[in-house]
C-alpha cells in the first residue's frame, strides 16, 4: 500500500503513562453561560477575488497583529489588518520557490516565524515578520506534522506517524513536540494501529477526526483530548511529558439525528478528498452522538479553551491549567462546524463547512467585553 500523506493525519489515542487523579468532575447544569460577540466578518460570496476563499485551512493573528489566513484551493496566505482590510497575498499555485501546491498548516512560531505546512511543495517553509518568505525551516514531503501548536522558540507539537518496529509492526502514531525534525524530542500520546485492512484504516481515520490537541506557546505545556468513549476529558503535560492533572467534566450525551450522520458522513469524505488531492473511496461512519469535545486553544494567560460539541451552536469552556472551571460562554449565530483559534488579539473563527460561503469571524475576546 502506498504511504499517503493523509496518512500522517489519522490517528490516536490511548494509553499513556501513570495518570493522576483528575480534580472532580463539574456538573454542566451549574455551568452560568456569558455571551461571546461576533464584531466583524471578512469574506465576500461575490465580488473583490481577495475577499472570496476557496478552502480555509488555518487562520491565526501573526506577529505583528493581523490576521494571517492560509487558503488551501486558492494555495496562498492572505494578510489582512485587524479591521478585516486585505493588505498582502503571499504565494500562488506552483513548483517555484515561494509557492504552494496545497498548503496544509499553519503555526505562528514563538519567534514570530509563520510556518507553512505544504508537503505537495518545498515542506515547511517560513514567512518573518516583514512578510518575506525565508525559505525551507523541514525539507519534508511526506508523513507531515498535522495539528501544528508553538512551543517555545521554534519548536512544534504536532501529530505525526512513527516508524514501527519489527517486534511490533503496525501503524503507530504519536502526538509529540518536534525540534524541526521528523523524530520528536518528547512523546506526551501514542497508539498503534495494525494495518491490515480497510476497516483498520478507518478506524484509525475515525479517531483522528473526534481527537484535539493544542500547546501552550510560552509554558510549553500540553493538551491533548482524545476519544475515550465521549468523555469530556483533557490530559495536561509538562513540556517534558509528564502527566500534570486532568480536566473534567459530566455532561451529557447527545445523539446525533439521522440528517447530521449523513451530512458528518459527506464531510468527512470531502475532507479526506481535500487533504489527498483525490477522492479515497473511503466512507467514514460517524459516531451516533455528538462529539463531547471538538477543539482545545490557550489564551494568551495560560488558561485553556475547550469547545464542547454537544451543542448547536459554540459552547466554550475556559479552565485554569490546574483545572477550575473559571466560566463558560455561548456564541450565537454560530455552528457545530465552526473551527476556533484563540490568540492575545481575540478569538478567530471560521465555518469548516458552510451553507453559503466561507468567511472569517473576529469574536471579541472576554477580556474586551469586560
Known amino acids: 500500500m502506498k504511504t499517503l500523506i493523509l496518512l500522517s493525519s489519522f490517528v490516536v489515542l490511548s494509553g499513556c503513562s501513570d495518570q493522576a487523579e483528575p480534580p472532580g468532575q463539574i456538573s454542566s ?17 461575490l465580488g473583490d477575488s481577495l475577499y472570496m ?27 489582512f489588518s485587524p479591521d478585516g482590510e486585505h493588505l498582502r497575498t503571499i504565494g500562488r499555485r506552483g513548483n517555484a520557490p515561494g509557492e504552494f501546491q496545497r498548503p496544509m498548516g499553519m503555526v505562528l512560531l514563538g519567534n514570530n516565524i509563520l510556518a507553512v505546512m505544504d508537503p505537495r511543495g518545498e515542506g515547511l517553509t ?3 515578520s516583514t512578510y518575506t518568505q525565508i525559505g525551507v525551516l523541514l525539507d519534508i514531503h511526506s508523513n507531515v506534522h498535522l495539528g501544528m501548536s508553538a512551543s517555545g522558540l521554534s519548536d512544534i507539537v504536532a501529530l505525526r506517524v512513527v516508524e514501527s518496529s519489527p517486534d511490533d509492526p503496525g501503524f503507530p502514531i504519536v502526538i509529540g513536540r518536534y525540534s524541526m525534525s ?9 497508539k498503534n494501529y495494525p494495518m491490515a485492512s480497510v476497516e483498520d484504516l478507518k478506524v484509525a481515520m475515525q479517531d483522528f477526526f473526534n481527537l484535539s490537541w493544542t ?3 510560552n509554558s510549553g505545556e500540553v493538551y491533548i483530548a482524545p476519544y475515550e468513549n465521549n468523555r469530556y476529558l483533557v490530559y495536561h503535560f509538562s513540556v517534558e511529558g509528564d502527566l500534570l492533572n486532568t480536566i473534567e467534566l459530566d455532561i451529557q450525551q447527545v445523539p446525533r439525528t439521522e440528517e447530521e450522520i449523513a451530512d458528518e458522513a459527506a464531510y468527512l469524505r470531502a475532507r479526506l478528498t481535500a487533504l489527498n488531492g483525490r477522492d479515497m473511496g473511503i466512507d467514514l461512519e460517524p459516531y451516533p452522538t455528538r462529539r463531547s469535545i471538538t477543539g482545545l486553544g490557550v489564551a494568551s494567560d495560560g488558561n485553556l479553551w475547550v469547545r ?8 466554550l469552556d475556559l479552565w485554569t491549567p490546574e483545572g477550575e ?5 455561548t456564541l450565537p449565530g454560530s455552528s457545530l462546524s465552526w473551527n476556533f483559534t484563540f490568540c492575545s488579539e481575540g478569538i478567530l473563527a471560521f465555518d ?3 451553507k453559503d460561503f466561507q468567511r472569517v469571524f473576529l469574536v471579541e475576546s472576554p477580556s474586551a467585553m469586560e
Open 215 to 217: 500547546a501552550d506557546r
Open 182 to 190: 521528523a523524530d520528536p524530542d518528547v512523546v506526551y500520546w501514542v
Open 29 to 45: 447544569e451549574s455551568t452560568e453561560l456569558e455571551v461571546l460577540v461576533v464584531s466583524d466578518t471578512i469574506g465576500v460570496e
Open 53 to 79: 476563499f476557496g478552502a480555509i485551512e488555518t487562520i491565526t493573528y501573526d506577529a505583528n497583529g493581523n490576521i494571517a489566513v492560509l487558503d488551501m484551493v486558492n494555495s496562498n496566505l492572505r494578510i
Open 126 to 128: 517560513g514567512i518573518d
Open 308 to 315: 464542547r460539541g454537544t451543542e448547536d451552536e459554540a459552547l
Open 325 to 329: 472551571l473559571v466560566k463558560s460562554y
Open 352 to 354: 469548516e463547512n458552510p
